[in-house]
């Protein structure tokens, strides 16, 4: 606790990073660490079935949040799992073609999955966004050829929080045949996602975006849809992924998907109404501007720009707040963010916020004055 401000610090504001595990959601796990250790596989006997029954209750919980049918979702480590499974796995399995389509913007995940089936033969278009962010449904028609396989776009993007129009660019590939894998890690509790009414057939998630432990993800696969297994063993998940399932970090998924539910009627408010005090507060500030579109956008996300010759200096100069200058799950890369030189904008020189269920608005308010000093320090380095 800093005795100056009465709070405690570093504030984070990188949760699009990673979010803080949920206190109800450890107390879900914590029978599961200890007590419920069995292997949900072994049925066999009292253990093994307490852990199968939770571990369905989960499914359960995670397909709810949104609105598919629970056999529909194949457990994973995390989303880059789910989307190397839904990618390479939707590529082994089809028959229509060695083309894929995705876009420039998308997380490292898709794109490196991408780049390595090009290895492996196939052609990949990789679609420009518009200078929003957005992607334009009419040139992503105009990708399609009656040879492409599978197309994949991210609901939300990482890095800028766009919201793509998903409904629309599916709609197309249901109407050709073609294969529709989302990426929605940064989606869950933040957009509204009903999977009986969008036209996606494979859709990957994850738990650690959403409050919930790291290590544990989730892919829907649409009744019907062909994906060729990338895992082989004892043939778990109906044979799409083997493995022993990690039961404590499954209750936790399922039980941060089931939290995300309950909460996001006020959580998503609330968090626009944070975002937008953030943004009020600094926004008359001429170093900085917005990166993507401001109206389709998740409600907890601010990706700034900043025109000054040393950005770095000044986003290790932000002592008081953790945020990010990169995606973060670029390794730790120094290199230019590939999302914002997409965009026309310089990776190097841009500050993503995002704001979480445990910030308050005293943190906020301290952010913009501990922006606003920064930036005035940052400015007179540059005028002396």
Not at 40 to 59: D, L
Request: proline share 4%; charged share 20%; with cysteine.
């Amino acid at each position: 606790m800093n005795t100056a401000t009465g709070l405690s610090l570093p504030i984070y504001l990188d949760n699009s990073a990673t979010t803080p595990l949920d206190p109800r959601v450890v107390d879900a796990m914590l029978p599961y660490l200890t007590t419920h250790f069995g292997n949900p596989a072994s049925t066999t006997h009292e253990f093994g079935r307490i852990a199968m029954h939770a571990v369905e209750r989960a499914r359960a919980e995670v397909a709810a949040l949104v609105n598919a049918d629970e056999r529909e979702i194949v457990w994973t480590s995390g989303a880059t799992e789910s989307n190397n499974l839904a990618i390479k796995g939707a590529a082994a399995a089809g028959t229509r073609g060695k083309r894929l389509v995705t876009v420039q913007t998308e997380h490292k995940a898709v794109l490196d999955t991408m780049k390595e089936l090009e290895r492996a033969g196939y052609e990949v278009t990789y679609l420009a966004p518009e200078p929003n962010g957005l992607v334009d449904p009419q040139k992503f028609a105009a990708a399609l050829r009656p040879d492409t396989q599978l197309a994949s776009v991210m609901l939300v993007n990482n890095e800028i929080g766009v919201i793509q129009d998903i409904a629309a660019l599916g709609e197309v590939c249901r109407e050709r045949g073609i294969v529709f894998h989302v990426d929605a890690a940064q989606a869950t509790g933040k957009v509204a996602i009903d999977l009986k009414q969008l036209p996606v057939d494979l859709m990957s998630l994850t738990a650690h975006k959403t409050y919930g432990p790291k290590g544990i993800g989730a892919l829907y696969v649409r009744r019907g849809a062909r994906v060729a297994a990338q895992m082989h063993g004892g043939g778990h998940e109906r044979g799409m992924r083997s493995g022993t399932l990690p039961t404590h970090q499954i209750v936790g998924m399922g039980a941060c998907f089931r939290l995300a539910q309950e909460d996001m009627a006020t959580e998503v408010p609330r968090l626009r109404s944070l975002r937008d005090r953030l943004w009020a507060g600094i926004s008359d500030l001429p170093e900085l501007r917005i990166n993507g579109d401001m109206e389709r956008r998740i409600a907890n996300n601010l990706n700034l720009s900043v025109s000054l010759p040393d950005c770095d200096a000044l986003v290790t100069s932000l002592t008081d707040i953790a945020v990010s200058s990169t995606s973060a799950c670029s390794s730790g890369s120094a290199m230019p963010s590939h999302v914002l030189q997409a965009l026309g904008a310089e990776g190097s020189s841009t500050i993503r916020l995002t704001i979480g269920r445990f910030n308050t608005v005293d943190e906020i308010d301290h952010a913009i004055r501990h922006l606003r000093d920064k930036l005035e320090e940052c400015r007179a380095r540059k005028a002396a």
